[in-house]
């Protein structure tokens, strides 16, 4: 049976890491946990590295979609290139449920999509957004698809190695849920979104959780922009 990979972007997440990294280890398939540390100024490596993963570290930030390129590309060392492991992406912040993403592998395992991405959840955590960022996201995607998702910035996606391969180079910053979504459709590639019990640290209402989702906002109209289908030349 074809093996799972976990990989794992993390920026200063010491305090939840470790968890995660335990509770996607013992998801049914995975033989292997990629952890990287995207110029964290705490112990994020070090207590990944403890819970089990491998670590691979940026010495500076580089943003998620790097790191995301970064992890796959160390899973892809450690590959069969006849047998390449699927692609599970999670975010660090999930730690006990992380588990639960086991729900994302059958449909992709056993060849119903190409990438599955997880329907979490209303979050236990209080605060959150005002949804103009998702409502952005899911709006542009149906334009560019015919396909409206439920959570279109969901960052828990598996996913086969051809299905990462075709959407290379990842659209930069948060704009890359959005991107990876369309880019697979247009490619003739199949997308399912599936309900898991997942929960992580939402964003709050303050002045910081504010700046975050503005530019999330402007990242994932950037996204869009390079998307858009080309105008037919005047005639």
């Known amino acids: 049976m074809t ?5 794992i972007p993390a920026k200063d997440e010491q305090a939840r890491v470790g968890t995660t990294v335990r509770a996607a280890a013992a998801i049914p398939g995975v033989d292997l946990v990629v952890v990287v540390d995207d110029g964290s100024a705490d112990r994020t490596a070090a207590v990944a590295e403890a819970a089990g993963a491998r670590v691979v570290a ?5 943003g998620k979609a790097a790191a995301m390129e970064t992890g796959a590309a160390a899973v892809a060392a450690a590959d069969d290139p006849r047998d ?14 992380a588990a639960a993403a086991e729900a994302l592998v059958p449909p992709v395992r056993d060849g119903e999509a190409d990438m599955a991405i997880a329907i ?3 979050q236990r955590t209080t ?3 005002h949804g103009f960022v998702v409502r ?9 698809t015919g396909f409206s998702p439920a959570q279109p910035l969901s960052g828990q996606r598996c996913l086969t190695r051809d299905a990462f391969e075709a959407a290379r180079p990842l659209a930069s910053g948060f704009g890359v849920e959005t991107a ?3 880019d697979l459709l247009r490619a003739g590639l199949r997308v399912r979104e599936v309900e898991c019990d997942l929960h992580h640290r939402v964003t ?3 002045l910081r959780g504010q700046l975050h989702r503005f530019k999330q906002y402007l990242h994932v109209q950037r996204a869009l922009r390079r998307r858009r289908p080309e105008l037919p030349p005047a005639a």
Request: hydrophobic residues 40%.
């Open 180 to 182: 990876l979504t369309i």
């Open 84 to 97: 390449p492991r699927l692609l599970l992406f999670l975010d660090a912040d999930l730690e006990t449920s």
């Open 120 to 122: 979490l959840p209303p």
């Open 3 to 7: 093996g799972v990979a976990v990989v």
């Open 204 to 206: 709050g209402r303050d």
């Open 58 to 62: 940026h010495p500076r930030n580089r």
């Open 136 to 144: 952005a996201a899911r709006t542009g995607i149906a334009r560019a």
């Open 127 to 129: 605060g959150g957004g």
